[in-house]
């Protein structure tokens, strides 16, 4: 099994005034995922390292990182793919709780801020509300998110201004915008038109480029842009 | 000493503990009935193992096939279990499944659909007509995300990153938790009225498994500590289909789906093995021929369905079989292959990754396989324990008052063997009912006390690893251990002298854990977390282990080498394990109460 060096930006609370990096080697295959050679380094060497991971397979969102300066999840990642040195560092923007691990409540509260749940006082029919697979196609691509936070954590207009309600948020909100079943598609385009709001995005690509569920994250925004255009004409 | 009153210290009607579909369900449910609900959860909110779920949630909608209906659905769950589940949670179950996906549905989740709108089913294992509602492979998610978006709304009192340490009692009646936050490492207190426990499997105390690592048993520990009963623990669910290959993703889980969408299994010669092998329980369901099972795939319903698609316990053995026999692929696993359907389709390779992209993306990104094109090495892997809390099944109250179950961690739906797709509807059933209930209880029966001295205890012992010098062994190698053990000694084809000898094991295991030390501080210091998941792990373990020795027969998920038939005899009970006076485990077997005459004759009427 090759050597892999992992270099990790680790930081406690109680000793470190500021985070230091600090190398381990491991043994990984190339086809072992980049959590693999981190829980090796937590089994075996140092069980303090912490981390976020859950499910371990690409679907909880929890183990998105810094590898090697893009963010991954830590779970989706191969070896082979990162080479025989690896930084990974936490994701950028939010307070730092211990090594790895962030604080995501501001994350979580972009998230609320768009109203992220079903609007739709009609009463719920007997059976179920039909939808076209027409109408259900159009708003699929943001209903894939797991919000691990790794586009947010990479758009540089949020680095910049952490009030930037970053893309996470819209694209959840596009999901209700476009979902033909709700009927607050105004109240949320309201909220997001505004300086903290889509008019932030750069349209940088940041965020399409880090999801790992290859939504289309600029794609959902300039349809939410569109949106707000052309219901305030 | 722990000084109490620096101890947060939170009071609701009904606390709820897991944060996955059940335990959402749960809250939503306490707190539209007025109730002051508390969630607590050990990841952040959202992240719960039934995001993992892909196939979809079983119910009988009859959009796809109006044959369907509750009575078909009531019958292929008694099937599937072997008749050793709870009839009335089977009944209610299948009764009740519709209404909460329409629900589900009001509030906003996504669902794929017919072409005239409605919600689209499919086909899985053990189900008569297509009964899954889904989208995509990524149900568990979406369930997930609008329980929560909707929990949230509703103004739920939301704890992640918590972990329960123990429940506390006031006289017979549960009052309330003990718990820690993972951040800081500090302790909070939580009264209730009622609590529901929701928190999920014993998947970690396997080596290969799908499930996640919160999946220590935590409510079984709990529920057990504080007087609940523990049924079917023989029960583990090994789906046929995990990856083998790369090793590190050994376990992921591959869906039932792919079989649903018309996959098939071989052996390394190629033979489509599951067709040797037909229980006569239903053989009169089965396809004969490779080509019917196609058109059932495809929603022709005078065809059969195909033996892919038997229950998952007989299809992890025939796979074992093959494995055993010198028939299996190169890593130890047999071959599924979906790409086979180019045969049928023209444009299959487009209908696999569109019908299947999870999937596809999971193969393409950590094996470098693509699904369209090559078949898939996939073996059983562990993925859900039919055993659990003994609930009753209307209200899912155990035996301690005021203490409830829902979801994974409360037994009797789904007998000796779950039906793929029944978890999901599981969920949102029994996750319902145990909130309407709890909060009914804790209306009726007012406040409770908590008693210091006995959080003071749990405190105290959960801050001991601190203090101990220990052999060096940490509480990861111990957890491997255990994981090591119960693979080997009692995995899916079990016989007495393994059982005594991982019995053994983990009597050792747990004397070791005693000692277990841990360096560093309380903040979030993830090898205490482990440490204090041992003991929960060890329960679950030891009752898993304990059962299959007095199961006698092979039944459902429990394979006895040693007993390879099944023993009418031992179909008349489930066996129930409880702590005894002196703490040491006690297992009883507990008669199964006949069922209603009208529920047998539904049985009767379905055989056809």
């Known amino acids: 099994m090759p050597m892999v060096t992992l270099r990790i930006q680790r930081f406690d609370p109680e000793n470190d005034q500021r985070p230091v990096y600090r190398e381990y080697a491991v043994n990984a295959d190339p086809t072992d995922r980049v959590l693999d050679a981190i829980n090796s380094v937590k089994w075996y060497q140092d069980g303090s390292l912490t981390y976020r991971r859950s499910c371990a397979h690409g679907i909880c969102g929890s183990d998105a990182m810094r590898i090697n300066g893009a963010n991954r999840l830590a779970c989706k990642v191969l070896i082979r793919d990162v080479g025989a040195k690896v930084t990974i560092e936490p994701l950028m923007g939010f307070r730092v709780i211990k090594d790895l691990v962030v604080d995501m409540e501001p994350f979580f509260a972009q998230f609320r801020s768009v109203l992220p749940y079903l609007i739709n006082d009609e009463g719920a029919p007997e059976r179920e509300r039909t939808q076209s697979v027409h109408e259900r196609e159009v708003y699929d691509d943001t209903t894939k998110c797991i919000l691990c936070a790794a586009c947010t954590t990479s758009c540089p207009s949020f680095w910049a201004d952490e009030n930037f309600v970053g893309p996470a948020a819209i694209v959840n909100a596009h999901r209700f915008i476009f979902d033909s079943r709700d009927k607050a598609a105004a109240e949320r385009l309201d909220i997001l038109n505004d300086r903290e709001g889509v008019w932030r995005c750069r349209t940088v690509f940041n965020c399409t480029e880090a999801c790992p569920r290859e939504i289309r994250i600029t794609k959902a925004i300039g349809e939410v842009k569109k949106a707000i255009l052309s219901s305030a004409r | 000493m722990t000084d109490l009153d620096s101890i947060e210290q939170y009071a609701y009607d009904v606390l709820v503990i897991g944060a996955g579909g059940a335990g959402l369900r749960a809250a939503v449910e306490a707190s539209a009935c007025g109730a002051r609900v508390g969630l607590v959860c050990k990841s952040l909110l959202g992240k719960a193992h039934t995001v993992m779920a892909e196939g979809g949630i079983a119910a009988s909608l009859a959009n796809v096939d109006e044959r369907d209906g509750w009575r078909v659905h009531f019958a292929d769950t008694m099937r599937g279990g072997q008749y050793l589940n709870s009839w009335r949670m089977a009944e209610l179950h299948a009764k009740e499944a519709p209404e909460r996906v329409r629900e589900l549905e009001a509030w906003g989740a996504l669902f794929d659909r017919t072409r005239d709108g409605r919600i689209l089913q499919r086909n899985f294992g053990g189900h008569r007509y297509p009964r899954l ?37 006031d006289g017979d009646r549960v009052a309330g938790a003990v718990a820690y936050e993972r951040e800081r490492g500090l302790f909070r207190v939580f009264s209730a009225g009622a609590i529901i426990l929701a928190t999920g499997g014993i998947g970690r105390a396997f080596k290969i498994t799908s499930n996640s690592w919160e999946y220590t048993g935590d409510g079984h520990g709990l529920g057990y500590r504080a007087g609940a009963e523990l049924i079917d623990m023989e029960f583990v669910q090994f789906h046929p289909t995990g990856m083998v290959w790369p090793p590190s993703v050994r376990g992921l889980l591959v869906t039932e789906g792919v079989r649903g969408e018309g996959g098939v299994l071989l052996n390394k010669e190629g033979r489509r093995f599951m067709f040797d092998d037909v229980p006569a329980l239903y053989r009169d369901q089965t396809a004969d021929s490779p080509e019917e099972g196609w058109r059932y795939t495809q929603g022709d319903r005078e065809a059969r369905r195909p033996p892919e698609l038997l229950t998952r316990d007989h299809v992890a053995r025939c796979i074992v079989r093959e494995v055993r026999e010198g028939r299996g692929s190169p890593h130890g696993g047999v071959f599924l292959d979906i790409a086979w359907i180019n045969e049928h389709l023209s444009n299959s390779e487009e209908h696999i990754r569109r019908k299947l992209p999870s999937m596809y993306h999971q193969f393409m990104r950590l094996a470098e396989i693509d699904i369209t094109k090559v078949p898939m090495e996939i073996g059983p892997t562990t993925h859900y324990a039919m055993g659990g809390i003994r609930v009753d099944p209307d209200s899912q109250m155990s035996g301690v008052p005021g203490l409830f179950a829902a979801g994974e961690c409360a037994a009797g739906l789904h007998g000796a063997n779950r039906l793929g797709g029944n978890s999901l509807s599981d969920l949102l059933v029994f996750g319902k009912r145990a909130g309407e209930y709890a909060a009914r209880f804790a209306n009726e029966n007012g406040g409770t ?52 000898e991982a019995l ?99 049985i009767e009427e379905q055989q056809q």
Not at chain 2, 147 to 168: F, K, N, P, R
Not at chain 2, 504 to 533: C, F, K, M
């Open chain 2, 504 to 602: 053994a094991s983990i009597a050792n295991l747990s004397e070791r854990a005693q000692s277990v030390a841990v360096p560093g501080n309380r903040e979030y210091n993830p090898g205490w977390h482990t440490a204090l998941d041992l003991p929960n792990l060890l329960t679950a373990a030891e009752a898993v282990v304990r059962a299959g020795q007095a199961r006698k027969e092979s039944r459902g998920a429990h394979f006895r080498d040693d007993y390879p038939d099944k023993d009418p005899e031992s179909g008349k009970f489930n066996l129930v394990v409880r702590r005894g006076s002196d703490g040491e485990m006690v297992l009883e077997e507990r008669p199964i109460v006949p069922m209603p005459e009208a529920l047998q004759q539904i």
């Open chain 2, 133 to 169: 509602a889904h989208v995509g492979d990524r149900t568990g998610l979406e369930m997930i995300r609008v329980l929560q978006d909707h929990g949230v709304h509703q103004g739920i009192d939301v704890h992640m990153e918590c972990t329960v340490l123990e429940l506390v009692k």
């Open chain 2, 449 to 500: 006390t908590i008693d210091g001295s006995e959080v003071r205890r749990s405190i105290d012992a959960a801050l001991e690893p601190f203090s101990r010098d220990g052999d060096g062994t940490g509480a990861y190698q111990l957890q491997f251990e255990l994981q090591e053990k119960m693979q080997n000694l009692a995995g899916i084809v079990r016989r007495e002298e393994e059982l005594e």
